[in-house]
C-alpha cells in the first residue's frame, strides 16, 4: 500500500443531466481535487457516466431511425463516449483549478475496459434503466431483438445488466501516470464493460456500477484510501423516522449486519457501502469514506463522512 494514493469515485451529483450543468458542476468537483492535490495526495478518479450515457444512447438510437443506413451504436460504445465526453469536461475544469492555485499536475483520462463475466447472474436480472422513453408497440420490437424493456411511469425503457467488474485491462497504465505525478481520470461510468475472448476483447451490453469498479481500481493501484463523493454528509438509515442515524465511523460487522437488515436501497445506497466493505476487506490499513463532495478533503483524512476502517 503507498500511503498517499487515493482513489475518489465521484457520483451523478457531480456532473448533472446536460450539457451546461456538467460544464458547471465539474467545477465543484475540480475544486475537491485540487484541495486533495495541495494536501498532497496521488489521485486517481472515476467516476458515474448516468444520465449522459443514456443521452448518447438515446442521440445514437435516434439517428440510426432517421437514418436507416446507420446501426444503433451498442452500449459498449455508448460508454466509450460517455468516459471520453466526462473526461475531457472534467480534466480541463481540474487543471484550471489546479493552475489558478499555482500547481501544475498533469491531468489525463484514459479509455478504459473493464472485463466481466459472461455468466453474471446480472445478465438474467437486468436493473440497469437506459434510454428513451418508448411506446408499447416499440417496446415490442426491442424485446423482439432480444432486449429487456421495462414500464416505466405509463412508458416503455429498456433495462440491462449490471454485473461485477473482474478486472481492469488499462490498469498498468494508469499506475504509470500515477508513477509520473498524474492525476488520473480512470474507467469512468464503470469501464466499458468488455468480454474477454482470448486476444479479443468483444463490448457486452451492460452498464457496470461504478462504486464497485472504484473499489476494484482502488485495490489495484494499492491506495490506502477509497473516497465516494455524494451530496450528502453522511449515510443515513432509518430517514424520516424517529430512529433516524448519520453513519459515522463503523466496523465492517456494523456495515454487514446494517446489510443483513435492508438498510440501504438496492440501486444507489447499498453498492457504496458494500464497494467500500470490498476494498477495506482486500488488504491492511485501508479506510474507505462515503461523504459530500464539498467535504472531500475533510473526509480523506477522516475527519468527516461515514467511514470503515480496516484492522
Known amino acids: 500500500m503507498k500511503n498517499n494514493i487515493i482513489t475518489v469515485a465521484l457520483g451523478r451529483n457531480a456532473f448533472g443531466d446536460t450539457f451546461p450543468e456538467q460544464h458547471e458542476r465539474v467545477k465543484i468537483a475540480a475544486r475537491a481535487i485540487a484541495d486533495l ?82 455468466f453474471d447472474s446480472a445478465f438474467h436480472n437486468p436493473t440497469k434503466v437506459i434510454g428513451r422513453r418508448m411506446s408499447k408497440e416499440e417496446a415490442e420490437l426491442e424485446e423482439k431483438k432480444g432486449n429487456y424493456v421495462i414500464e416505466e411511469d405509463g412508458a416503455y425503457r429498456r433495462i440491462i445488466a449490471s454485473p461485477k467488474p473482474i478486472d481492469i485491462y488499462e490498469i498498468d497504465s494508469v499506475k504509470a501516470l500515477l508513477d509520473v505525478g498524474h492525476i488520473v481520470i480512470a474507467a469512468g461510468g464503470g469501464g466499458i464493460p468488455v468480454l474477454d475472448q482470448r486476444t479479443r476483447l468483444k463490448g457486452a451490453s451492460a452498464i457496470i456500477e461504478k462504486d464497485y469498479t472504484a473499489a476494484k481500481l482502488a485495490d489495484m493501484v494499492d491506495a490506502s484510501t477509497l473516497l465516494i463523493l455524494t451530496d450528502h454528509d453522511y449515510m443515513i438509515i432509518n430517514k424520516g423516522e424517529e430512529n433516524q442515524r448519520e453513519l459515522m465511523e463503523i466496523t465492517i460487522e456494523e456495515a454487514n449486519a446494517l446489510i443483513e437488515e435492508n438498510k440501504f436501497k438496492t440501486l444507489t445506497k447499498l453498492p457504496k457501502i458494500e464497494a467500500a466493505i470490498n476494498f477495506v476487506e482486500s488488504g491492511k490499513n485501508r479506510t474507505a469514506v462515503i461523504t459530500n463532495i464539498t467535504k472531500a478533503k475533510e473526509g480523506a483524512l477522516g475527519k468527516f463522512g461515514t467511514i470503515i476502517k480496516s484492522k
Do not use: W
Open 37 to 118: 492535490a495541495e494536501a498532497k495526495y496521488e489521485i486517481v478518479i472515476t467516476h458515474s457516466n448516468g444520465p449522459q450515457v443514456g443521452t448518447i444512447q438515446t442521440a445514437m438510437a435516434e439517428f440510426s431511425r432517421l437514418d436507416t443506413s446507420q446501426t444503433v451504436a451498442p452500449m459498449s460504445v455508448c460508454g466509450a463516449m460517455s468516459q471520453g465526453y466526462i473526461g475531457y469536461d472534467l480534466q480541463n475544469a481540474i487543471r484550471s483549478e489546479l493552475l489558478n492555485r499555482g500547481i501544475y499536475k498533469p491531468v489525463a483520462t484514459i479509455i478504459t475496459q473493464v472485463r466481466v463475466d459472461p
